[in-house]
């Protein structure tokens, strides 16, 4: 069935460094994967997605990138900042009449001081 | 332009009762995505609606839990003769009728189901 597997579930890092989180999905007809960041208490949101045609996007701290034949894409954020501690979701979703997506478990990010 | 609604953000249940939570989406979205989130968890797809239309509901247990989007009000989630396990943050989401590649997820808050 569909799956999405994310990796760490947990990442500590010191102010100023990269974050990496990593997934892969089993469904090759997904074309499309969105990053989600949640806050405690809030629902999830968006904060930046790729589609199967890219292979790499950026926003300004914020980069994913996308290897459709191995199945996996990465989140990637630089100069890491204490209000980038958050849960952040990878996901993937195919064009089923509407956007069915599955998510990743999550990645509990800590940015320390 | 408000975002989707969820109502009530909190909602505490005896077991056997029936909780149902409520979803307006973002205006102009007609498509609605219900997801259960356990403790330290992810977010478990549950059932995708258009109005008046189930598209796919393979996430739903198949016993107690139902959902609805009428052509006119919220969508609802409802579930029957509750029981601990049950208890989770439901989100809901919605996107646009018309699916393009500027067509995410937009998410609630959250209901958090508590059952005692």
């Known amino acids: 069935g569909e799956n999405v597997e994310q990796h760490p579930s947990t990442l500590s890092v010191q102010e100023g460094d990269s974050a990496v989180i990593k997934c892969t999905y089993s469904d090759s007809a997904s074309n499309y994967f969105p990053w989600y960041k949640q806050e405690l208490g809030k629902g999830p949101q968006l904060i930046i997605d790729i589609r199967s045609n890219v292979g790499e996007k950026k926003d300004q701290r914020i980069a994913v990138t996308l290897n459709k034949t191995a199945k996996h894409f990465s989140l990637h954020i630089t100069e890491t900042q204490p209000e980038d501690s958050a849960v952040y979701f990878c996901a993937a979703g195919k064009n089923t009449g509407g956007f069915k997506t599955i998510f990743g478990a999550g990645t509990r990010l800590f940015v320390k001081a | 332009n408000a975002g989707v609604m969820q109502n009530p953000r909190h909602l505490v249940r005896r077991r056997g009762q029936e909780a149902r939570l409520r979803c307006s989406p973002m205006k102009g979205h007609s498509h609605v995505y219900w997801y259960r989130q356990l403790p330290e968890e992810g977010l478990k797809f549950m059932v995708y609606l258009q109005k008046e239309n189930i598209i796919d509901e393979s996430g739903m247990p198949k016993e107690r839990f139902s959902a609805e989007f009428p052509k006119e009000g919220p969508s609802i989630l409802r579930i029957q003769q509750v029981v601990r396990g049950d208890s989770a943050a439901y989100f809901c989401?919605?996107?646009?009728?018309?699916?393009?590649?500027?067509?995410?997820?937009?998410f609630g808050n959250g209901t958090r189901l508590t059952v005692t």
């Open positions: 989401a919605s996107s646009p009728a018309v699916i393009s590649y500027n067509s995410p997820l937009h």
